[in-house]
C-alpha cells in the first residue's frame, strides 16, 4: 500500500535522474542539456495481480525542440538505455515511519528496455510504433477491479466490504489500506479516500507535455467532428448545442449501504425488545 501510495512521486524522482543521467553521458550540465535534446515520455501504470503498480512507458530522445526537431548525434537507444537502467536503480524515496521503522520506496530489479523500431527504417522491426501503441492501449483498459479483483469506486465505510463478491486479497489489501488512513503521520496519503486503488493515487496515463497533441487539442477536435457530423456550423463556425435540461432529484442507497442499513435497524429492533422484557420483569 505504501509503494502505491508513493509510485507517483516515485516516477517523477525516476524522470529527474534520467535528464540527469543523459547529460552526463553527454558531457553536459542539466542546464545545457536543454539546448541539445529533451526527454520526452508517456506512459500507463497497471496493477500486478499481487496488487503492486508497475510502470509501462515510451520514452524518446528528440532534439530541442521535440519530435520536430532531429535529436544530436551522441542521443543514441543505447545511450538512452543506459540511462534508464541507472536512474531507476538510484532512483529511490524515503517514505514514512511506521512502528519504529522507516520505509526505503525503490524501483525493482525488473527493468525491462527495448527499442522501438519504426516501419520507416530499415532493419530489426520486432518492436513497430504501431506495436506499441496496442502495447500501451491495453495497459490503458486495466484496472485494479479487473486485474486484483478490487473495487471501481470509492468506499465511504469499510462496513461496505461485507457483501460484496471480491478476492480475499483484494479484501486484505483494502482492508490494510482503510487501516494505515488512519494513522495521524499517514493523513497526507489519504489512503482511505483511494483503498479501492489499493493506495494509488496517481492517474492511470500521464505524459510530458511536448511528447505529442494535447489533451485539449483532442477534445476539441472530437467537438468539431460532432458539430460537423451534426451538419450545424452555425455563424463563423461557432455553434452551442444544447441536447437537453437535466435536474438532480438524487440519488438512493447503495447495495452495500442498504445492506449495512437493513443490518443496523435489526440489531436496533434488537435491542429495544431486549430493553421491554427487561423493564416488563423488573415491574413484575
Keep these: 500500500m505504501l509503494w502505491n501510495a508513493h509510485a507517483g512521486h516515485l516516477w517523477r524522482r525516476f524522470t529527474i535522474h534520467l535528464r540527469r543521467e543523459i547529460a552526463k ?33 515510451v520514452i524518446r530522445l528528440d532534439g530541442p525542440h521535440g519530435g520536430s526537431t532531429t535529436p544530436p548525434s551522441w542521443a ?70 479487473a486485474t486484483t479483483g478490487a473495487l471501481d469506486r470509492p468506499l465511504k465505510f469499510l462496513a461496505e466490504l461485507g457483501p460484496l463478491d471480491i478476492s480475499d486479497h483484494a479484501r486484505r489489501l483494502i482492508r490494510t489500506a482503510w487501516n494505515l488512513g488512519a494513522r495521524t503521520n499517514l493523513e497526507h496519503l489519504r489512503l482511505r479516500a483511494w483503498a479501492h486503488m489499493l493506495g494509488f493515487r496517481g492517474h492511470f496515463s500521464t505524459k510530458s507535455r511536448h511528447y505529442s497533441t494535447t489533451l485539449g487539442a483532442l477534445r476539441d477536435a472530437r467537438a468539431e467532428w460532432r458539430r460537423q457530423q451534426a451538419g450545424d456550423h452555425g455563424p463563423d463556425g461557432e455553434t452551442t448545442l444544447v441536447i437537453a435540461e437535466w435536474t438532480y432529484a438524487g440519488v438512493g442507497l447503495s447495495p452495500a449501504e442498504t445492506w449495512l442499513s437493513a443490518s443496523l435497524g435489526q440489531a436496533e429492533q434488537t435491542h429495544r425488545t431486549t430493553a421491554r422484557e427487561t423493564i416488563r420483569e423488573t415491574s413484575l
Design 76 to 145: 543514441t537507444a543505447e545511450l538512452l538505455t543506459d540511462a534508464i537502467h541507472t536512474a531507476a536503480q538510484r532512483t529511490h524515496i524515503t517514505g514514512p515511519t511506521i512502528d519504529s521503522r522507516t520505509h526505503t520506496l525503490t524501483f525493482g530489479r525488473q527493468t525491462d528496455v527495448r527499442t522501438i523500431r519504426s516501419t520507416e527504417f530499415d532493419g530489426d522491426t520486432e518492436l513497430t510504433d504501431q506495436a506499441v501503441a496496442g502495447y500501451i492501449a491495453k495497459y490503458a483498459t486495466k484496472g485494479a477491479e
Design 25 to 57: 553521458r553527454a558531457g553536459l550540465t542539466q542546464r545545457a542539456l536543454a539546448d541539445h535534446a529533451r526527454v520526452s515520455f508517456a506512459k500507463v501504470a497497471e496493477f500486478q495481480k499481487r496488487g503492486a503498480v508497475h510502470f509501462h512507458a
